[in-house]
């Protein structure tokens, strides 16, 4: 059986918008939890949660991507660029076309079904935007990380829970282990809150 190695890292997370900032912040055992701070959760009982904050899209996306990604797929294409910066690796143009991208996402895009649900049932419209589907897709992640590295191989998202990653960085193991793809990005995104 050929080796399989992991060979970068990103994250985007509550405790650390980056790979090492997130392993500075365990180290140092901080806690991600904190009092929500938008007004969105004004009348909710719990304000606590494990929010990403600070994050800045246009840091990382080009201005014209930002609307056609609701937050859990800019968290997922921007820990995808710093796992494959961190790897060092050249994508050839055979791993650019048999690479495969598997990323796991409970819930996908969240915001995008949300503002949807709002505009249909508070503000009483017709209809939703009509990137209401391509935003909330569970597999809107995988796909935006394929098109920003043109990786043409395998692209899904494993929806097990909160497994969900866990299984899409077994299944990419397996993958490259197999034979079927030389190379895998994988990992996974959430974005409950916003």
Same mark, same amino acid.
């Given at each position: 059986?050929?080796?399989? %190695?992991?060979? +970068?890292?990103?994250?985007?997370?509550? =405790? +650390? &918008?980056?790979?090492?900032?997130?392993?500075?912040? &365990?180290?140092?055992?901080?806690?991600?939890?904190?009092?929500?701070?938008?007004? $969105?959760? $004004?009348?909710?009982?719990?304000?606590?949660?494990?929010?990403?904050?600070?994050?800045?899209?246009?840091?990382?996306?080009?201005?014209?991507?930002?609307?056609?990604? $609701?937050?859990? @797929?800019?968290?997922?294409? %921007?820990?995808?660029? /710093? @796992?494959?910066?961190?790897?060092? &690796?050249?994508?050839?143009? &055979?791993?650019? /076309?048999?690479?495969?991208?598997?990323?796991?996402?409970?819930? +996908?895009?969240?915001?995008?079904?949300?503002?949807?649900?709002?505009?249909?049932?508070?503000?009483?419209?017709?209809?939703?935007?009509?990137?209401?589907?391509?935003?909330?897709?569970?597999?809107? +992640?995988?796909?935006?990380?394929?098109?920003?590295?043109?990786?043409?191989?395998?692209?899904?998202?494993?929806?097990?829970?909160? @497994?969900?990653? @866990?299984?899409? =960085?077994?299944?990419?193991?397996?993958?490259?282990?197999?034979?079927?793809?030389?190379?895998?990005?994988?990992?996974?995104?959430?974005?409950?809150?916003?």
């Amino acid at each position: 059986m050929p080796r399989v %190695v992991i060979t +970068g890292i990103g994250v985007v997370s509550p =405790i +650390g &918008l980056t790979r090492d900032a997130f392993w500075r912040s &365990l180290i140092a055992g901080e806690c991600g939890i904190r009092t929500i701070q938008s007004a $969105d959760f $004004d009348q909710l009982r719990f304000k606590q949660a494990a929010d990403v904050q600070n994050f800045v899209p246009e840091d990382h996306i080009p201005a014209k991507d930002i609307s056609l990604m $609701d937050r859990f @797929a800019q968290f997922a294409v %921007v820990a995808a660029k /710093e @796992a494959m910066a961190h790897s060092g &690796l050249e994508l050839t143009q &055979l791993m650019r /076309e048999t690479g495969a991208v598997v990323t796991g996402s409970c819930i +996908g895009g969240r915001s995008a079904e949300e503002v949807g649900y709002r505009e249909l049932y508070i503000h009483g419209r017709n209809r939703v935007h009509p990137l209401t589907i391509p935003l909330g897709m569970a597999n809107a +992640g995988a796909s935006h990380i394929s098109m920003c590295f043109g990786i043409q191989g395998p692209s899904y998202t494993i929806s097990t829970a909160c @497994a969900s990653s @866990a299984h899409a =960085i077994g299944q990419a193991f397996h993958m490259v282990r197999s034979g079927t793809a030389p190379i895998a990005l994988a990992g996974g995104s959430e974005a409950p809150l916003y």
